[in-house]
């Protein structure tokens, strides 16, 4: 009957995510995704091999050892190692790169990661001598690779590196881009012959650079192979040199990695202490902009910063180079409107541009949409900052946007659909990553994500004070709970992005109010409370409200889940009975059901609360009780009067956001909270058919009802995150 959850929580997505990297494991390394991207990318590798870590080391050690191996003499790592027989797919190839002794690479590099991902494998290893000696076998040859940095890229020694060539930044057509590339004047340059490739693999154009763009990007190819790849020449001439705020920081984590990758191997790390110093000194001073109040990269041919409000002008946190006075600037800016807020429930992760910029676009590639990789390192950036919780959400939505809608290139940063390729690599790989560490967080410490557990002789915990209600007419009471709660809700619930102002409350005179009201529960007459709109409504209030009392008195900093039994012990006296949270649920508005992963009815036969509970639940009440959490309904105050039509919303409401057809693959994907209720819909296929009468006439109402019986049916992870 499946009240013990065999499986961990989103295992069968775990299993998805490693047929992608199968899929395109290419026999030495691993390509980005079909069709587009049939050869081996310098960054793409390194977030693949973080994912393999977890599972599959000696490939991950396969994906960077033919990485290197592509290596030049001069230590670059190059951008593509092209594969021989996958030629003829991709512009521009080896032919148009033409690089020293015929090398079958790109001759441009990417942002550094690789020292990250040898040091990721190293804490995740097993057999400590075997990892130790591919740390050793790595370390001369990432050595190289900054060396080439501070060497090459930094003529000034300056502790930042350029680049050349907006794919080396690895985000191809940011709007950072558009200032140097616009300056370049291409009128009288002679542009050698060529043709995209990229524009019949079945990505729509309108997410793909512009054909302007590609003159310039073939123009500097051009400019660097006319040099024969001479870095020094290719400073004096290049019309496009910037120090990247976004590069430099990953750099300067990666030197992070090498030095303690020295101290495992007990190297000198005297080089990389000097460049660890410069770049933070560097970062700090050049790349801040007091005019902008924010990180921004250098145009060294305009010698001025760029303006371009990205995603990667948070990335000195992952870098660790950021102070703490600034910290709460980077923070603050991340959570505002312009980069969707870590905390508005209806948003994905962070989008790589300003959401509120005039040429923001949130389908078009690098110019808006999220992605994955950027996020798993801001991640990590606001957790070594000290917010944690943030961080959490980030990773959570990095499982959601998978889970939700596959495993692909970049995601609308506004309603989360997937774009670009699919079966994208990084996605299955950071998503393994994501969900691994979660795991074996969860299993040193069952913490926030765990689900709450099945009540342990839990004591109640009564939230009304009985003795203080000596004035007022019970039948009264029920009403001033009603009159009370709807000032909360007008106050402090926040219907668009579904979140409660909890502390908010807690220091409200409103709030008061609403405790002398539920102080006059116990005088309640329950007989007198009918089963009709009017009981329902106030079931419903009162539930959300206990909710709240309980996080506000409990002091719950993150999730309900800090509280052990936090369903089973918060109660209210009414009438002349205690009702738990679980007891309303379950009991009253369920019909005397079992709770989750239970298997008795609430009430036992002998209580007499059983009289109170709905002879006929109305299976609505899930997506109106709201249990403190990001998955669960979002809450508001229910009206008698509109309680018909309030009901048919928020299921709507919920239903579009948490039922997701996916005709292509045949699966559908619901909130987990179905897989807990099923039996209250008539099983499976009755979840399906109560989800699809509130679905929108569309194709994927149809789909869905033309294959009931046959669709897979996935559930998403409920976010026991507080919904603050
Ligand atoms: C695109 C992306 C780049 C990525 C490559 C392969 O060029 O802009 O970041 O490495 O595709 O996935």
Redesign the pocket.
Known sequence: MGFFLAQRPFEAHLAQAKRVLQDNWMGGYTR?AQGL?PHQ?N??SAFIAMGYANYLPRRARRELRHLFAAQWPDGMVPHIVFNPEQLGNYFPEPDFWQCPQGRHTSGIT?PPLHAEACLHLHRLAHDLEDSRAFLAEMFPKLMAGHRYFYGARDPEREGLVYIRHP?ES???NAPAWDAPLSAMDLERAQLPAYQRRDLDKGVDRHQRPTDRDYDRYVYLVDLFRRHAYDEAAIYQECPFLVQDVGFNSILQRDNRALQEIAGILRQDSGEIDEWLAQTSRAINSKLWSERFGRFESYDLRAGDFLDSPTAMNFMPLYAGVVDSAKSPLLYAQMNSVSFCGLRQGNCFAIPNYDMTASDYSEVNY?RGPVWLNINWMLAQGLEDYGYYFEAQILRKDILELVARFGHREYYDSHRGQGLGSKKFSWSAALFIDVLSGYYRQKDAEPGLLGIVQGSKLGRTRLLNHPEASRQGEGGEAAQAVQAAVADIAGAFFDPLKSLVNYQGIAQSPQYQRYRQAVDQLPRLDLAALDQGRGALGFWINLYNMLVIQGVIELGVKDSVAEVPDFFDRLAYQVGSHRFSLHDIYHGVLRGNQAPPRRLLPQFWPWDSRRRFCFARPDPRVHFALSCGTRSCAKVEYYRAADLEQQLDEVTAAFIISEVLVDPEENRVALAELFSWYQADFGGQEGVLRFAARFMPEDEHKRYLLANLDRVKVEYLFHDWHLNR
């Open positions: 980005p991207y990318w960054w793409d990417m794919w690895g985000r191809d690098w």
